[in-house]
């Protein structure tokens, strides 16, 4: 099994949506633990409401090409809208940012938010 950290984000009725995606995430996968959830202002686009972001530990099968498909299929089964643009509203936001204790996302390094979350469960 693979270990990994999805950094989460949206800001589209962001409670909602995350309690739906992570309850469609642990149909298919094991999840461990997320993080505390941080209310952050949008990057890039700022006339749009602020965003929930976290992150979920969990384990799968899937190898890393395979799970990176999955989780953009879920997004897309959530009906995030790939239309918009890059920094606009988002329905939710998944990425792999650490795969097997190695850091996949240079977002990490950058973003605040996204390396608290992630260190949250690193080290916790």
């Not at 995350?18 to 686009?45: E, F, N, Q, V």
């Not at 498909?69 to 009906?79: A, I, T």
């Not at 940012?97 to 979350?117: A, C, G, M, Q």
Request: proline share 3%; charged share 30%; net charge neutral.
């Amino acid at each position: 099994m693979n270990d990994c950290i999805v950094g989460i984000g949206s800001n589209i009725n962001p409670t909602e949506n995350i309690r739906k995606m992570l309850c469609l995430l642990s149909k298919d996968h094991l999840l461990k633990k997320h993080s505390k959830w941080i209310r952050t202002a949008p990057i890039g686009i700022t006339n749009q409401q602020d965003f929930i972001n976290g992150a979920v530990r969990l384990r799968t099968y899937h190898c890393r090409e395979e799970f990176n498909l999955y989780l953009k299929q879920l997004e897309d089964k959530m009906g995030r809208d790939r239309s918009l643009p890059k920094f606009g509203p988002r329905i939710i936001d998944l990425d792999i940012v650490v795969w097997n204790d190695e850091i996949v996302d240079e977002d990490y390094h950058s973003r605040d938010f996204l390396k608290k979350s992630v260190d949250e469960l690193l080290l916790g």
